[in-house]
T-cell receptor
Framework: SQQGEEDPQALSIQEGENATMNCSYK?????LQWYRQNSGRGLVHLIL?????REKHSGRLRVTLDTSKKSSSLLITASRAADTASYFC????????????FGQGTILTVHP | NAGVMQNPRHLVRRRGQEARLRCSPM?????VYWYRQLPEEGLKFMVY????????ESGMPKERFSAEFPKEGPSILRIQQVVRGDSAAYFC?????????????FGPGTRLTVL
């Protein structure tokens, strides 16, 4: 079984709608991060939430973390076509250094 | 301030050849991570290096794969005697302190195709 599993695997919405992606993990963590990957490109860091935080905002992004359920969600509000990408959550498996474990990602398609 | 650089961007090798992938971290970063991404999958951790030291290589296959980060120059991921299953995108990332709270900055990746 895999640490950091995203749900849904694919999401298709219209511009202006909100997109919610979920991530579950299995072991204790220090932090959870969300990254975006455009097709054929490297990953871009979006947001980091620490294990003692419950919610964090950055622009149109809202991340929640529930350590009791070992789950996190990423909400993108008022989506744009440019948000089309794959989104990954990554956890540190409780290590003090940045050994990240990624899920398989959610492919988000935003239609203009 | 240039980001993480990787070269080559695309590499084609025949079975049995060697592949050398290079990664130059962001200026001022001395912590480098290598990840592998198979098609339609997430990234898998391979190795974590500091200058001249391998800190964690638990994700590296036991044979044919090696990594280094010398005092001078880029980090190198070396794959000897490549096989078709090595075909993947290889990403490196760097961070300033190596702590889990760091943002990791990713390079554009090297796409290795083994014929």
């Amino acid at each position: 079984s895999q640490q950091g599993e995203e749900d849904p695997q694919a999401l298709s919405i219209q511009e202006g709608e909100n997109a919610t992606m979920n991530c579950s993990y299995k072991t204790s963590i220090n932090n959870l991060q969300w990254y975006r990957q455009n097709s054929g490109r490297g990953l871009v860091h979006l947001i980091l939430i620490r294990s003692n935080e419950r919610e964090k905002h950055s622009g149109r992004l809202r991340v929640t973390l529930d350590t009791s359920k070992k789950s996190s969600s990423l909400l993108i509000t008022a989506s744009r076509a440019a948000d089309t990408a794959s989104y990954f959550c990554a956890t540190d498996l409780g290590t003090s250094y940045g050994k990240l474990t990624f899920g398989q990602g959610t492919i988000l398609t935003v239609h203009p | 301030n240039a980001g993480v650089m990787q070269n080559p961007r695309h590499l084609v090798r025949r079975r049995g050849q060697e592949a050398r992938l290079r990664c130059s971290p962001m200026k001022g970063h001395s912590h480098v991570y290598w990840y592998r991404q198979l098609p339609e999958e997430g990234l898998k951790f391979m190795v974590y290096l500091q200058k001249e030291n391998i800190i964690d290589e638990s994700g590296m296959p036991k044979e044919r794969f090696s990594a280094e980060f010398p005092k001078e120059g880029p980090s190198i991921l070396r794959i000897q005697q490549v096989v078709r299953g090595d075909s993947a995108a290889y990403f490196c990332a760097s961070s300033p302190t190596g702590q889990s709270t760091d943002t990791q900055y990713f390079g554009p990746g090297t796409r290795l195709t083994v014929l």
